[in-house]
């Protein structure tokens, strides 16, 4: 059983920063690849950031490319989320999860979800 807990989620301003870390319980966690994912209201969860075991490969959507970086520290069982340069589109829940599947963007291919953290950029 895998347990995610995110947290580092509040209130923004345009331009402003915030780190999000993931905490994974779980003796392998090293072995896990992981995706952070957000969903707005209304709209469908959306990809934001992939991170490979070793952290050799990491992926980013368009929307966020540039601005945010994802990191982990497998020694803490944690994973992080770097956003800066934050919009007010970027308001939403976050959401860390680990990779199951095959397609690295896509939610049906990650279990073991987080229970959120709620990312709100003010204008």
């Known amino acids: 059983q895998v347990q995610l807990v995110e947290s580092g989620g509040g209130l923004v301003q345009t331009g402003g920063s915030l780190r999000l870390s993931c905490a994974a319980s779980?003796?392998?966690?090293?072995?896990?690849?992981m995706g952070w994912f957000r969903q707005a209201p209304g709209k469908e969860r959306e990809f934001v950031a992939f991170i490979s075991w070793s952290s050799s490969i990491t992926d980013y959507a368009d929307s966020v490319k540039g601005r945010f970086t994802t990191s982990r520290d497998n020694a803490k069982n944690t994973v992080y989320l770097q956003m800066n340069s934050l919009k007010p589109e970027d308001t939403a829940v976050y959401y860390c999860?680990?990779?199951?599947?095959?397609?690295?963007?896509?939610?049906?291919?990650?279990?073991?979800w987080g229970q959120g953290t709620q990312v709100t950029v003010s204008s």
């Open positions: 999860a680990r990779r199951l599947g095959t397609r690295k963007t896509e939610p049906s291919a990650y279990g073991y």
């Open positions: 779980g003796r392998t966690f090293s072995m896990y690849e």
